[in-house]
């Protein structure tokens, strides 16, 4: 039973850097794709980039100039680095997996996300 | 980058009613797209991947259809523990975008 639980800073003031960690228990590390997802408060999902074991990542263009995803694979853990918050940077910010597709022989990046960490409220305030 | 536009924002019906969420990408994405579940204060539930593949565990009530640019979720006979947060999601190309979600709430 693969799972995700992360930790991180709840609290940031303007222009910090959020940082937080997601471990992946009971399961392979390599051959998926792991992604950062985030919420603000009452609003939709927003997908942040995603990384694999070997540290090739993808991130969304809204946010790329301020995002940096890192992997540790000898503990099983990915990162996010959010640089110069701001109050827009408020939300739930989950980890997740990206299901394996094989296309042509080979992993698919960017997939549907069948498990979870439980989330992380960070909150910008000064 | 490719719109998804999910409808209807909202949604009121009663248990052992079927209910159906759409879900239109801005350009053509195959397959490419899956359903989730959200319940208050948790996690989203993948609940249908590549437009129509049951996730393992989730209950046949639950079924998916669509491809190229119109999708749908129906779910066949609301049980309670169905009212929720559903998105969609494609994964055709980067971002990988959400719709913006539908709240079903009970009658």
């Known amino acids: 039973q693969v799972q995700l639980q992360q930790w991180g800073a709840g609290l940031l003031k303007p222009s910090e850097t959020l940082s937080l960690t997601c471990a992946v228990y009971g399961g392979s590390f390599s051959g998926y794709y792991w992604s950062w997802i985030r919420q603000p408060p009452g609003k939709g999902l927003e997908w942040i980039g995603e990384?694999?074991?070997?540290?090739?990542?993808n991130y969304n263009p809204s946010l790329k100039s301020r995002v940096t995803i890192s992997v540790d694979t000898s503990k099983n853990q990915f990162s996010l680095k959010l640089s110069s918050v701001t109050a827009a940077d408020t939300a739930v910010y989950y980890c997740?997996?990206?299901?394996?597709?094989?296309?042509?022989?080979?992993?698919?990046?960017?997939?549907?996300?069948?498990?979870w960490g439980q989330g992380t409220m960070v909150t910008v305030s000064s | 980058a490719i719109r998804i536009t999910q409808s209807p924002s909202s949604l009121s019906a009663s248990t052992g009613d079927r209910v159906t969420i759409t879900c239109r990408a801005s350009q053509g994405i195959s397959s490419y797209l899956a359903w989730y579940q959200q319940k208050p204060g948790k996690a989203p539930k993948l609940l249908i991947y590549a437009a129509s593949t049951l996730q393992s565990g989730v209950p046949s009530r639950f079924s998916g259809s669509g491809s190229g640019t119109d999708f749908t979720l129906t779910i066949s006979c609301l049980q309670s523990e169905d009212f929720a947060t559903y998105y969609c999601q494609q994964y055709y190309s980067y971002p990988g975008v959400f719709g913006q979600g539908t709240k079903l709430e009970i009658k």
């Open positions: 997740a997996r990206g299901r394996i597709t094989m296309v042509r022989g080979v992993i698919r990046p960017l997939s549907a996300f069948d498990i």
């Open positions: 990384i694999n074991h070997s540290g090739s990542t």
